[in-house]
């Protein structure tokens, strides 16, 4: 197969070039099994970077010039790199993956990252006379993409169902256990509490902030991922003696960050979008071998439940959370054990080694497709 014919283009002009799921999972993983791989991303200049050729586009300020420049701007790359097959991230590109795939004869998948009517419900900043309209929109897009795209790669399985079943490949947002190398024994001396990822009410910060203040001794809770400027003056800064807010880490830091936890929280609130979500975090806890407190939320539950490596809580309640928090403090034995079972139940069902292989096996009967035509 010529390389032209094995030219993949991974295209976002909504996420960062350096997107865990877009660049360091998926883009790597089809680097590594000997595929071309291009990202076409908003970055400030071309890089080759582990194998996967990034395509710079041009910074645009505000959503608005984003979603009505961006498309095209990936278009002009696209022209120039004429792969055979592209992935498109965003939910605004998929009338350009639509487009592309009529005009050219390659193929064309949509990547759903979330379950877009879902997310729109879940965004308080959206009048709520509005919501329903504009999520009426992204049903109406995603029907559009599991009509006319040759794929659709999900990444939870009630995504799944929003699209035909002959389509899907579940490619899960598991870390790669690569990355978690044999994890640091937890000890006495580890007493702190950790939450890593976007920092929001709707992710549960008051309540955090409440629980861990209950406990006694007050813990010391480490903060890690994006908040605004908002969220530290409205929440962290006055919490400050008990918090260790560390912004934005590389992910290369999370497993160093969480060996020096005790336990890791998820206690998201029950937003539509959150219901059936994965949480990530979870499973980078369960790699590091730490307990975790998560939201009782009931999918959550049937996943993780069978394996005894955490707690669920009611995420609104933060007596539950600190009674949860205190108990794994207090009890050297049982938090071990629970973060060991955690790892092992994540070495057996929860690695992106294994999520990665199915992105790679849909890719080469794509390209194959496509070299056909």
């Not at 629980?211 to 809770?221: F, I, N, T, W």
């Not at 009931?298 to 707690?311: H, N, V, Y």
């Not at 309640?317 to 973060?339: C, K, V």
Request: hydrophobic share 45%; proline share 8%; aromatic share 6%.
């Amino acid at each position: 197969m010529p390389d032209s014919a094995r030219r993949v283009a991974h295209v976002t002009t909504a996420h960062p070039h350096t997107d865990n799921r877009i660049f360091r999972k998926e883009c790597a993983a089809l680097a590594e099994a000997g595929l071309d791989v291009h990202l076409i991303a908003v970055a400030d200049g071309d890089a080759l970077i582990h194998g996967v050729k990034l395509k710079a586009l041009p910074r645009h300020k505000g959503r608005v010039a984003r979603m009505v420049l961006g498309p095209w701007d990936a278009w002009r790359a696209l022209r120039t790199m004429r792969p055979a097959m592209i992935h498109v991230h965003d939910p605004e590109l998929i009338p350009l993956a639509v487009l592309w795939r009529a005009l050219n004869r390659k193929q064309a998948v949509f990547d759903a990252h979330e379950d877009l009517p879902k997310q729109v419900h879940g965004k308080h900043y959206l009048p709520g006379p509005v919501r329903p309209i504009i999520a009426g929109a992204a049903r109406q897009l995603e029907r559009l993409a599991g009509s006319r795209l040759d794929g659709v790669v999900v990444a939870t399985p009630s995504i799944a169902q929003n699209f035909p079943h002959a389509k899907v490949t579940l490619v899960q947002n598991f870390p790669w256990l690569r990355n978690f190398p044999e994890p640091t024994p937890l000890t006495a001396s580890d007493r702190a509490v950790v939450y890593i990822g976007g920092i929001s009410e709707g992710r549960g910060l008051p309540q955090m902030l409440d629980a861990v203040g209950r406990s006694d001794p007050a813990s010391e809770l480490i903060l890690a991922g994006p908040a605004s400027v908002e969220t530290v003056e409205r929440h962290l800064a006055p919490a400050r003696a008990h918090v260790d807010y560390r912004g934005v880490i590389g992910v290369e830091e999370i497993p160093a960050l969480l060996a020096s936890a005790r336990v890791g929280l998820a206690t998201l609130h029950p937003l539509p979008n959150y219901l059936e979500s994965q949480s990530t975090k979870i499973y980078e806890y369960m790699a590091a071998a730490r307990p975790f407190i998560a939201s009782d939320f009931p999918s959550w539950m049937e996943q993780l439940e069978q394996f005894d490596c955490g707690i669920f809580v009611d995420p609104l309640d933060p007596a539950q959370i600190s009674e949860a928090i205190e108990g794994l403090l207090g009890d050297d034995q049982r938090a071990r054990e629970m973060g060991l079972r955690g790892r092992r139940a994540l070495e057996e069902h929860f690695t992106f080694e294994h999520e990665g292989e199915r992105l790679v096996e849909m890719t080469r009967l794509l390209l194959d497709a496509a070299s056909r035509r």
